[in-house]
């Protein structure tokens, strides 16, 4: 008998020590660790340019002048505008006392024409400039040049 009291009281501290156990529910599988998901922005449709890459250690370089009857003449102070000519674009130089611009680090286009408007109070085009080609803009001032590694555009205006 006493034997079967030790295996109750056994039993009964067994039964106590798993009261705070549910014997209802089934285990379970860990819990899904939620991922946090990386929202990425739409991005803006490519630009049709640059094609090519850029190249920080080509120049556009040139001297903007006027043909006068005792030769041509430096014409300081044009604005030079070129859409590629640097790598945040949209950059501007002006020419100075000896007509003398330059654009350090231009896209290589491969061999597609950069466009460049030049323009200086006084002064117009030549007649008989060659149309840019689209989607190149037109218009007064506007001229194209193809770069292709280091190159020198000299640029004639005429005065008013």
């Not at 070129?82 to 945040?88: F, H, P, Q, V």
Request: net charge negative.
């Amino acid at each position: 008998m006493a034997n079967g009291l030790k295996a109750r009281v056994l039993l009964l501290v067994f039964a106590t020590s798993l009261g705070g156990c549910d014997s209802t529910s089934l285990p379970s599988a860990p819990s899904a660790v939620p991922v946090p998901v990386a929202i990425v922005a739409p991005q803006p449709p490519a630009a049709s340019w640059p094609a090519g890459p850029f190249t920080p250690d080509v120049t556009l370089s040139g001297i903007v002048f006027e043909v006068t009857p005792a030769g041509p003449l430096p014409i300081q102070g044009a604005v030079i505008y070129c859409e590629l000519c640097r790598e945040e674009t949209h950059s501007w130089a002006r020419s100075d006392a000896n007509g003398f611009y330059s654009f350090t680090g231009v896209w290589a286009l491969g061999g597609s024409p950069t466009s460049v408007h030049i323009s200086k109070d006084g002064f117009l085009d030549p007649v008989g400039l060659p149309r840019p080609t689209p989607p190149n803009p037109s218009g007064p001032g506007w001229r194209e040049v193809r770069i292709d590694g280091d190159t020198r555009f000299d640029v004639e205006l005429i005065r008013r």
